[in-house]
């Protein structure tokens, strides 16, 4: 089966703490406009047209949030958006989607809140991937890794499959740096980056296979929802009784069908303010300055400021943003524990 139609998943979720103060629970990063001038959901739509071989998508999202991908949906682009009555991790979400759609039909999940800056080398790299996926392989991204990353988990290079893809030879939890610079001057690791292809068929027999008691909850939602409109209700006590697990727990790294298309598409997952840094464009001194600001003889700053001015001068990375009434002002290295301020955690 060559050039399968493709249908993106896209899951919206999270509470966007690593992004505090500029992303709240109310408003995660998904929906805003952290590189260019879309939000980084609108960019996921975009990167799937139909011009390209993609189906309408399939949006999986929390009643908190469903405002937000509604307002941000394009106009005459069709699709269904599946609201989630409360969060139960991607398997569940997965399931979901899977059961809305036919046994053949081949998915590409998506998550929302990642920056690609490649676009035509995404769409290389899916209908790869969906070509696999046809032949009944669970396919994963294989991210190009270009740095000894400790906040990524890893996938191990198999045996090519065809010319296609590889076998996964193994699933690497998030390594320390010593061995992240192994992975690196090794050559056959890839980061993981939670985009994945599959049939949905193929799909439900492994979590069926493997989480038994998900896939079947996931069918009495399913089979007691109902819809309104472009929106897909689960029904609610079904779902909530489903245990929460990522998809890469509870199915990919125990199935024997796992594989992996190599994707070198300058892709971010955007996970806090230094990773924001090295998404957007920079100037010769490696600064990135969003809103109002004025800096003399810094390097490597960020500054993200919704209106009052901001001027900072001799900083090396550093990261100053204002919202409102909040500002945070941290190192590039401290950026990763911003999760845990009470601040963001209360937001």
């Known amino acids: 089966m060559n050039n399968p139609q493709i249908h993106p998943v896209v899951l919206c979720g999270g509470s966007g703490t ?55 949906w394009p106009a005459g682009v069709g699709g269904e958006t599946i609201v989630e009555p409360c969060a139960r991790n991607t398997a569940a979400a997965i399931a979901l989607a899977a059961l809305r759609l036919p046994e053949d039909a081949v998915m590409l999940v998506c998550p929302s809140d990642h920056h690609i800056a490649d676009a035509a080398a995404f769409q290389a790299a899916a209908h790869a991937a969906a070509e696999l996926a046809a032949e009944g392989w669970l396919v994963s991204f294989g991210i190009e ?6 906040g990524f988990g890893y996938l191990r290079r198999g045996e090519p499959i065809g010319a296609l893809g590889f076998k996964v030879a193994q699933f690497v939890e998030k390594p320390d740096l010593e061995r992240a610079r192994q992975f690196l001057a090794d050559g056959g690791y890839a980061w ?11 799909f439900l027999d492994e979590l069926a296979a493997h989480r038994p008691e998900i896939a079947a909850m996931a069918r009495k939602a399913v089979a007691g929802g109902h819809s309104q409109g472009a929106r897909f209700h689960p029904d609610p006590e079904a779902f909530a009784a489903i245990n929460s697990e990522s998809v890469d727990y509870a199915v990919m790294e125990n199935t024997a069908r796992a594989a992996m298309v190599p994707a070198a598409m300058g892709w971010s997952d955007i996970g806090n303010w230094d990773a924001l840094l090295a998404a957007r464009p920079r100037d010769a001194s490696g600064n990135a300055v969003k809103g109002p600001a004025e800096l003399v003889d810094c390097r490597n700053v960020l500054i993200e400021s919704d209106g009052p001015r901001v001027s900072a001068i001799g900083l090396e990375d550093v990261v100053i943003v204002v919202d409102g009434n909040e500002v945070l002002v941290t190192t590039r290295a401290g950026a990763q524990l911003v999760g845990k301020l009470d601040g963001a955690a209360n937001q």
């Open 18 to 72: 690593r992004l505090w103060p500029r992303s709240r629970v109310a408003k995660p990063k998904p929906f805003l406009p952290l590189v260019g001038d879309g939000t980084l959901f609108e960019a996921t739509l975009a990167r799937c047209p139909a011009a390209a071989g993609f189906a309408v998508p399939i949006v999986v999202t929390g009643a908190a949030h469903l405002a937000h991908v509604e307002a941000q």
């Open 145 to 150: 890794a270009t740095a000894p990353e400790t």
């Open 192 to 202: 993981n980056g939670g985009i994945f292809a599959f049939r949905a068929g193929t």
